[in-house]
């Protein structure tokens, strides 16, 4: 797939929302941290391996989900330190009816455009 830098792009109408960021697996079998294309779209986030795939790995869906940024000591306590290695500054967690999902992003920054464009779509 292509690298594209860690950035947002709104494009259209519909406030279409996507970027680079890492997703930590929720699986029994595995929590390690991934690189996920990510697509916020009409309330769900979609991610998938790479920015060309067909098909997306998954997708959370954000109705009424709380979201936190956390920064600094607190975002590498959550990650258990695996994330400041990927050079990664915060990390967002989401709490769903379904279950809680963390994700990481390069800037504090990049993370609050994030949530504010979830709030906009009125996901949360």
């Known amino acids: 797939g292509h690298l594209f830098p860690q950035s ?19 699986g029994t079998k595995s929590s390690a941290w991934r690189k996920r294309w990510g697509r916020l779209r009409g309330g769900m986030l979609y991610y998938w391996d790479n920015d060309s795939a067909d098909s997306p790995n998954g997708v959370i869906e954000l109705a009424g989900v709380t979201v936190r940024i956390l920064r600094g000591t607190e975002a590498r306590e959550e990650s258990e330190g695996s994330i400041q290695g990927m050079g ?3 990390v ?11 994700l ?10 994030w ?10």
């Open 92 to 102: 967002m967690h989401l709490q769903t009816v379904h279950r809680d999902w963390k």
């Open 8 to 26: 947002l792009n709104v494009v259209g109408i519909s406030s279409e929302v996507f970027g680079w960021l890492h997703k930590r697996g929720g």
């Open 115 to 124: 949530k504010d464009c979830m709030l906009r779509m009125g996901a949360c």
């Open 104 to 113: 990481g992003f390069d800037t504090v920054g990049t993370a609050v455009q």
């Open 88 to 90: 990664k500054d915060a």
